[in-house]
């Protein structure tokens, strides 16, 4: 996987409104984000260290739960991750729409857990703790909440920490991180 640069530029294409990177050697990348869905909307704006830390942090996140992410999989998830940290408008707490778990976690760093809703598991990435919620984006392909929303691929939700389950805590043949992850 690429390491971030400071030479990685972030703008808004003029095509689409959606937010992409510049990285090396003149390669493209454009997140799931549209210019409206950005508190800020950067203007040819270089990686800082800030979010060189954000990207790093999320890339060894996914290397250390061992899911078999591939290498364009993970640049995606981190790409985005990054994004959605730096430059996502403000997501409000639903938590209301996620089934409250008996394990749950408390994560400091991004990593990967399961939330359910309507009885299905999905994975997500998560990115920040503030308070008892937390901020994470969806890796599954998508989902809809009982009012009827349909979330998809990375997308940012925030639910309360006891909503979320770590990596391994399910036993379950029906919930596979390794089919998840080749569906990216």
């Given at each position: 996987m690429l390491l971030p640069s400071?030479?990685?530029?972030?703008?808004?294409?003029?095509?689409?409104l959606a937010l992409m990177v510049e990285?090396?050697?003149?390669?493209?990348?454009?997140?799931?984000y549209r210019s409206e869905h950005?508190?800020?909307?950067?203007d040819n704006q270089y990686f800082?260290?800030?979010?060189s830390n954000y990207f790093t942090q999320i890339a060894e996140a996914l290397h250390e739960s061992e899911v078999p992410f591939d290498q364009?999989?993970?640049?995606?998830i981190a790409l985005n991750g990054t994004a959605a940290l730096c430059?996502?408008?403000?997501?409000i707490n639903k938590s209301w729409l996620y089934e409250k778990q008996n394990a749950c976690i408390y994560v400091d760093t991004p990593e990967l857990a399961w939330f359910k809703v309507n009885t299905e598991f999905y994975l997500a990435l998560t990115l920040k703790k503030e308070g008892d919620s937390v901020l994470c984006l969806n890796l599954s392909e998508r989902f809809i909440t009982s009012d009827n929303k349909i979330h998809e691929q990375f997308c940012v939700i925030r639910i309360l920490s006891d909503r979320l389950i770590g990596l391994d805590s399910l036993i379950d043949d029906d919930v596979d991180a390794s089919q998840q992850a080749k569906n990216l």
């Open positions: 400071v030479k990685w530029k972030w703008f808004i294409d003029s095509t689409n990285l090396d050697s003149g390669l493209f990348f454009q997140t799931a950005l508190h800020t909307v950067p800082d260290i800030e979010q364009s999989a993970q640049m995606q430059f996502h408008r403000p997501v």
